[in-house]
C-alpha cells in the first residue's frame, strides 16, 4: 500500500516537473508561480518520504520484536 503511494507521489512529482519545464520563466528575477509551487511540492515530498521511511523503519523494527515473543 505505501510503496503504491509513494509511487502515485512520483508520479505527481513527474507530472509537476513536466510542467514546470514549460513555465520556468522569471518575472523579475522571481521564479514563476509554478515554478515555486513545484518547489513546495519536491520539498514536501522529499520530507514526506524522509518521514514514510522512518515509519517503516519503525514498523519493521515493531514488528521484528514481536515475532521473538
Do not use: H, K, W
Not at 18 to 23: K, L, M, N, P, R
Not at 25 to 36: W, Y
Not at 49 to 54: A, E, M, V, W, Y
Amino acid at each position: 500500500m505505501s510503496c503504491q503511494f509513494l509511487g502515485n507521489l512520483r508520479n505527481l512529482q513527474d507530472s509537476y516537473v513536466a510542467v514546470a519545464v514549460g513555465s520556468s520563466e522569471t518575472v523579475a528575477g522571481q521564479p514563476s508561480p509554478v515554478t515555486r509551487i513545484i518547489s513546495e511540492c519536491e520539498s514536501a515530498l522529499t520530507f514526506l518520504n524522509r518521514d514514510l521511511g522512518i515509519l517503516s523503519a519503525s514498523i519493521a523494527r515493531e514488528q521484528g520484536e514481536q515475532s521473538t515473543f
